[in-house]
């Protein structure tokens, strides 16, 4: 039996990408220390940590927000 999974890969859209420019724009002017900053490809959305303490998520929309620690 021969059985062949094929992924498929996300891209980060154009407002995701404007997005992570901002939120890093913003980090960077508030003198923050961008820790981690990954791009999920099987869900496309981006997680930022920032600083040891701020956790930010950006989904395919663009729309970041902080994500709060009671939501893991």
């Known amino acids: 039996m021969y059985v062949t999974?094929?992924?498929?890969?996300?891209n980060p859209t154009d407002e995701q990408a404007?997005?992570?420019?901002?939120?890093?724009?913003?980090l960077?002017?508030?003198?923050?220390n961008i820790e981690?900053?990954?791009f999920n490809?099987?869900?496309?959305?981006v997680f930022i940590f920032a600083s040891e303490?701020?956790?930010v998520v950006v989904p395919?929309?663009?729309v970041w927000r902080f994500l709060n620690a009671t939501e893991f």
């Open 36 to 38: 981690l900053f990954r």
């Open 53 to 55: 303490e701020l956790q």
């Open 18 to 26: 404007q997005a992570c420019l901002r939120v890093c724009q913003m």
């Open 5 to 10: 999974i094929e992924e498929t890969a996300i």
């Open 60 to 62: 395919p929309n663009g």
């Open 41 to 45: 490809p099987q869900t496309g959305i």
């Open 28 to 32: 960077s002017n508030g003198y923050r």
